[in-house]
């Protein structure tokens, strides 16, 4: 993993909308990445949990720490899952980036 700094270490963090829609990488991908890059724990959250999983993929690679949730944020009962799961697997919450 490519250091830049670590600002977020020990920190939780929920990226939704983290997959990327076709070639490139979108708003949601790179924020998750580069949370992951300074040291966060990240839920990434998708509609489509493909492009979760590629995101995962990635943060991976560069040694991260990530865990996937397909959800649809538009569904309070998800929402609500959402914030539980990122609890659950992490022990805490203290980054909320709504991509979507």
Not at 1 to 10: A, D, H, I, K
Not at 52 to 65: F, K, N, P, V
Not at 75 to 80: I, N, S
């Given at each position: 993993?490519?250091?830049?700094?670590?600002?977020?270490?020990?920190k939780?963090?929920?990226?939704?909308?983290?997959g990327s829609?076709g070639?490139?990488?979108?708003t949601?991908?790179?924020?998750?990445?580069?949370?992951a890059?300074?040291?966060?724990?990240?839920?990434?959250?998708?509609n489509?949990?493909e492009?979760?999983?590629?995101?995962?993929?990635?943060?991976?690679?560069?040694?991260?720490?990530?865990?996937v949730?397909?959800a649809d944020?538009s569904?309070?009962?998800?929402?609500?899952q959402?914030?539980?799961?990122?609890?659950?697997?992490y022990?805490d919450?203290n980054?909320?980036?709504?991509?979507?």
């Open positions: 993993m490519v250091s830049q700094g670590r600002r977020l270490q020990g939780v963090a929920i990226v939704t909308g983290a829609r070639p490139g990488v979108g949601g991908k790179a924020t998750a990445t580069l949370f890059r300074e040291g966060a724990k990240v839920l990434l959250v998708d489509v949990i492009r979760a999983e590629e995101t995962l993929a990635s943060i991976q690679s560069e040694g991260g720490e990530a865990s949730l397909e944020v569904v309070e009962a998800e929402c609500r959402i914030v539980q799961q990122a609890v659950e697997r022990g919450l980054i909320l980036f709504n991509n979507v």
